[in-house]
């Protein structure tokens, strides 16, 4: 699996971004793939996840009811709808991908490069 996420920007608070993470190899249908979120200074804080079929989902505390992960297995591409965005956003987006579904980073072996969101008071 080799994980390219995009979608990243700049945008004013209360607004939206819909990130995605591709694969290029066309394998993501076999895996779990987690969102995760590192701001300068800070640690990687997980966001979402969704298991392999998109059945299980999971979200971190301070997104949920703003944020939605979903999946499209036939174009091999996890989304991240974002909305109701906060300047507490900003950060460098990150997919990963491993067989386990889990909400720990260090469970997922396969990195995407991260994309930049940048939220404006």
């Known amino acids: 699996v080799q994980l390219q996420a995009s979608g990243g920007g700049l945008v004013q608070a209360g607004g939206s971004l819909s990130l995605s993470c591709a694969d290029s190899?066309?394998?993501?249908?076999?895996?779990?793939v987690g969102w995760f979120r590192q701001a300068p200074g800070k640690e990687r804080e997980f966001v979402a996840a969704?298991?392999?079929?998109?059945?299980?989902?999971y979200y971190g505390d301070h997104v949920k009811g703003r944020f939605t992960i979903s999946r499209d297995n036939a174009r091999n591409t996890v989304y991240l709808q974002m909305n109701n965005l906060k300047p507490e956003d900003t950060a460098i987006y990150y997919c990963?991908?491993?067989?386990?579904?889990?909400?720990?980073?260090?469970?997922?072996?396969?990195w995407g490069q991260g994309t930049q969101v940048t939220v404006s008071s």
């Open positions: 969704i298991s392999y079929s998109g059945r299980n989902i």
């Open positions: 990963a991908a491993d067989m386990a579904f889990a909400a720990v980073a260090n469970e997922y072996d396969n």
């Open positions: 190899e066309r394998t993501l249908s076999r895996y779990a």
